[in-house]
Every structure is written in structure tokens, then in C-alpha cells.
């Protein structure tokens, strides 16, 4: 029975493709897993994913980030990576999830009030 494919076999191998062509490393390891299938990015990567969904949300919903909480939002990843490219301090996939959350969060923002300025010069 080994090498038939399920259906979930089959979505979770495009899913694992898809992951890829946005230029997540996928690195076992650094991802998480649900009922034996491993996310189809890593979970820095799916914490952004979640950070930029739920700024979005809030973006529509009125609530606005202070510009220098955005760039501490995105610094808090920035640090976390580098702490461990360093080799000071091994990263855990619980911490690079909420990094990554923080900075896709401040990612969003970020966006909005580039385009925000943007639009306000170029319209008066």
C-alpha cells in the first residue's frame, strides 16, 4: 500500500509547492506540523502570514498602530533571527512564530501608511 496517494497526500504536496515558490526554506525542522503533514512554510514564515491577516483585519476595522510600535513590532523578529545567524541562541519554533506574528503585524501597518502617504501627496 506504500505509494498510493491520498487526496491529503496530494493537497498537502501542493500546498508544499506553493510554500516553496513563496521562498520559504521549509526546513522541517523550523515547521510546524498538523496530524503528520509538516505547514508547507516554516513557522517564522506562518507567523507572518497570521501577522499581516490580522493587521489587514484591523487595518478595516479602524484600529491604528503608532509608527514606532511598527518598527519595534518588525525589529523584534529582525533581532531574533540574528541572535540566531549569530549562533548566540538557537531559535524555537514557538519563538520564531511570534516574531514572525509581530512582524507581519508591523509589516501591514508599514504598507498601509506608505500607500497612505502616498495617496495623500499625490491627491493633496
Known sequence: MEGIM???????LKLMKFGEKLGCHQMESRSFSFRGYQFPVCARCTGVFIGQLSGLISIIAGFRLPIS???IFMAVMALDWGIQYLKIRESTNIRRFISGTL???GM????FYVIKTVYEFLIG
Do not use: N
Open 6 to 12: 491520498t487526496k491529503q497526500d496530494r493537497i498537502w
Open 69 to 71: 510600535l511598527v518598527f
Open 103 to 105: 512582524c507581519g503585524f
Open 108 to 111: 501591514t501597518y508599514l504598507y
